[in-house]
């Protein structure tokens, strides 16, 4: 022992040394350390979202959760001054699609084309260098067009036969909304004639098939393969990574891509934690022998809710209205399923121990949505207010878009989830008023501020909008546009912007809230000791920003795990 003892000291003080130096670095161990070791971060600033420890300076991690999170009152000012970086707690969506959003990265994007030429240029650039889409075998796939933007008119097959190069091509293009398709005539083809009534769709145009219709063209499209399947989660992850995303709630994953993700979620590539909302493949059905609950050790992977459909979306005339359009006096759009079915399915999914989310859109379905929550709650809980049984249950309304003001009450009154996506309210602003009238969107259209006590759940809907978390602070906080800066007269009043968030209620809808929302409350969406060690860091604080920056943040880095998943370039 007497000869050991000095190399025990030496030993001893070359640890204190390393562990002095990370204190002052911020940096992490290198990668020969067993992942069971203790790494310290330092930053300029770290903002918890804890109700303990508001603001900090440094924290440690263990086996991927925080260990001690603490202000840093030992290391000399001088060397402080050397940190940078401003910290927040990884960010969540509320409301995305992981799959879809993967293959739209292999797809066209329509986004923003403003006439049918502003389509079909797209379509022949995309298609040159991609020659193999459009066969049989893999359809040449689009998303982001919209009526509005061809005079109000639907677009129709023939629209896709745009020259030589486009004859005999399978296409399938999604509307913005993703609520309709448009394909080309060699599709068609493929569909029975005459074609079917589909309750709860419609068919405006000739290759044009809307929510429930969709199904006639679906049943022939050849899903991509396993393989596919994998690049798509593998590119969106990576993508959502550089958006500081460490987290979506995944709305709507059929049991066979939930067999997928389980088996990817223990790899390498998992780098966003995902909690999976059960779509059965015939939906707004009950599947329970075709999936189960689970919670990965990891904490990367999450099933324990149920995705039903009410309506379609607004700007295809499908959200279900109480009274007509005030631009289509003929039709209140369609419910995707009756009342009765709707809460017959939503009590079966909560006996079995599902948090049930409605898809609800216009102000019928989420009357119905309610309806069936408040019914399934008194079943569950018969002695106990339904207020109280919801906080164990937590049911929620995706999109929550148009709500009566009565029902907008009962909401409040029992507690139900509002999952708002701050960004469809500025995309929509521009139509949702010749869609509603004037008072019926002033009275239940996109409330965001009127629902902040039921702690909302903020999302994207990516594909369906862009997945920046950051534009969806600005949406929030300005309810302006984030691609223009500008309501719809062109100016920077805001849209209704008695309905605006602050910077601290947007934050806290793209982290706390979703965690709530996934009974991960504790565990994401915070820094504090047993919280997921997942954060980003920025080169400036947020509350500094004007919030025309806030539009155009670029994350430096985003950490899942205690790992780092994505650094920016420079």
Same mark, same amino acid.
């Given at each position: 022992m007497t000869t050991l003892y000095p190399y025990l000291l030496i030993f001893i003080s070359i640890g204190l040394a390393r562990l002095a130096y990370l204190f002052i670095s911020g940096d992490v161990l290198s990668p020969q350390i067993p992942d069971h070791s203790v790494t310290t971060h330092c930053y300029k600033s770290i903002r918890t979202l804890s109700w303990d420890l508001s603001h900090a300076e440094c924290f440690t991690v263990l086996d991927e959760k925080f260990h001690h999170v603490f202000v840093d009152d030992k290391t000399h000012d001088t060397v402080k001054d050397t940190r940078t970086g401003y910290v927040y707690p990884g960010l969540w969506d509320g409301h995305g699609h992981l799959i879809q959003y993967g293959e739209s990265l292999d797809s066209v994007s329509l986004f923003g084309a403003d006439s049918m030429d502003e389509v079909k240029r797209r379509l022949v650039e995309y298609k040159t260098t991609r020659s193999e889409q459009g066969t049989s075998e893999q359809w040449l796939r689009g998303v982001g067009w919209d009526q509005a933007h061809f005079d109000g008119k639907w677009p129709t097959s023939s629209d896709l036969e745009i020259g030589e190069n486009f004859k005999d091509l399978y296409a399938m293009l999604d509307r913005v909304d993703v609520h309709c398709i448009w394909v080309? $005539?060699?599709? !068609? @083809? !493929? /569909?029975? /004639?005459?074609l079917p009534d589909v309750p709860?769709? @419609?068919?405006?145009?000739?290759?044009? +098939?809307? $929510?429930?219709? *969709?199904d006639l063209v679906l049943e022939h499209y050849p899903k991509p393969n396993k393989a596919r399947k994998l690049q798509f989660v593998k590119n969106a992850m990576a993508e959502l990574n550089k958006l500081g995303i460490v987290g979506i709630h995944d709305a709507g994953v059929v049991p066979k891509d939930l067999k997928i993700y389980e088996k990817l979620s223990s790899g390498d590539h998992w780098s966003v934690r995902v909690n999976a909302m059960i779509e059965c493949d015939f939906r707004n059905t009950f599947c329970p022998e075709a999936v189960e609950k689970l919670s990965t050790p990891n904490g990367k992977f999450h099933v324990s809710s149920v995705k039903l459909f009410a309506d379609g979306a607004l700007g295809s005339w499908g959200s279900a209205m109480i009274e007509p359009y005030s631009d289509k006096p003929s039709s209140s759009g369609s419910l995707l399923v009756n009342a009765t079915t709707l809460s017959k399915v939503t009590n079966e999914w909560a006996l079995a121990g599902y948090q049930v989310n409605i898809h609800a859109i216009g102000d019928l379905a989420n009357r119905l949505a309610i309806d069936a929550f408040e019914a399934a709650l008194k079943s569950l809980c018969p002695h106990t207010t339904p207020h109280e049984c919801q906080t164990q249950h937590r049911f929620r309304i995706e999109h929550a878009q148009i709500i009566h003001p009565d029902d907008q009450r009962r *909401? !409040? @009154?029992l507690g139900i989830i509002p999952s708002i996506q701050p960004t469809h309210a500025t995309s929509d602003m521009g139509y949702a008023e010749s869609r509603l009238g004037q008072q019926r969107t002033k009275d239940e259209a996109y409330r965001m501020r009127s629902l902040l006590p039921l702690h909302p759940i903020l999302g994207s809907d990516f594909p369906v909008e862009p997945a920046s978390i950051f534009e969806g602070i600005y949406a929030a906080i300005t309810r302006r546009s984030p691609r223009t800066g500008l309501d719809p007269s062109g100016d920077k009043t805001g849209w209704y912007p008695e309905e605006t968030l602050t910077l601290e209620q947007a934050l806290q809808g793209f982290t706390f809230n979703p965690?709530?929302?996934? +009974? !991960?409350e504790g565990k994401a969406g915070v820094i504090k000791m047993g919280a997921y060690a997942d954060w980003i860091v920025l080169d400036e604080p947020l509350e500094s920003m004007d919030p025309e920056s806030l539009r155009n943040v670029a994350v430096r880095e985003t950490w899942v795990g205690g790992k780092r998943v994505f650094r920016r370039p420079g």
């Open positions: 080309s $005539d060699k599709v !068609l @083809e !493929l /569909l029975p /004639l005459p709860g769709g @419609e068919i405006p145009a000739k290759g044009v +098939f809307c $929510d429930n219709a *969709m *909401m !409040l @009154e965690a709530y929302g996934a +009974f !991960l």
